[in-house]
């Protein structure tokens, strides 16, 4: 009894791997390989199923200078200090008493800015 199962299990398990989709790679001598190719590729191990770096680039990420989110913190510091290089040329422009309201004004839209 068991030689007939462990028989059945050994030729279900042949009928699966003869079913499995094949490697499109060409051998040297211009034959199509016949080895099954790696679950979600196109082409087996030897073939280059597993070549090159993983999807993401996870191994490159180092510092995170380059991130989406330091890019759009740059770019929100630079409109900050371009507003305030615009208001600091307002000031001088203005004399007196007129630039301490104004000096009122920027700080308090620095600090509702920060407090962001």
């Known amino acids: 009894m068991r030689d007939q199962s462990d028989a059945t ?3 279900r398990c042949l009928a699966l791997a003869a079913a499995a989709p094949r490697c499109r790679a060409r051998r040297k001598d211009g034959q199509p390989c016949r080895q099954a190719a790696v ?8 073939h280059g199923a597993f070549a090159g770096a993983p999807r993401g680039n ?6 995170g200078r380059y ?18 290089r615009a208001l600091a040329a307002e000031l001088k422009k203005i004399d007196g008493e007129d630039a ?10 620095v600090l509702a800015r920060c407090s962001k």
């Open 39 to 46: 679950r979600g590729k196109r082409v087996c191990r030897m």
């Open 100 to 109: 301490q309201e104004k000096l009122k004004e920027i700080d308090e839209a």
């Open 67 to 84: 991130t989406a989110a330091a890019i759009a913190e740059r770019r929100e510091a630079q409109d900050a200090m371009q507003q305030l």
């Open 9 to 11: 299990v050994r030729l």
């Open 58 to 63: 996870t191994n490159r990420l180092v510092h």
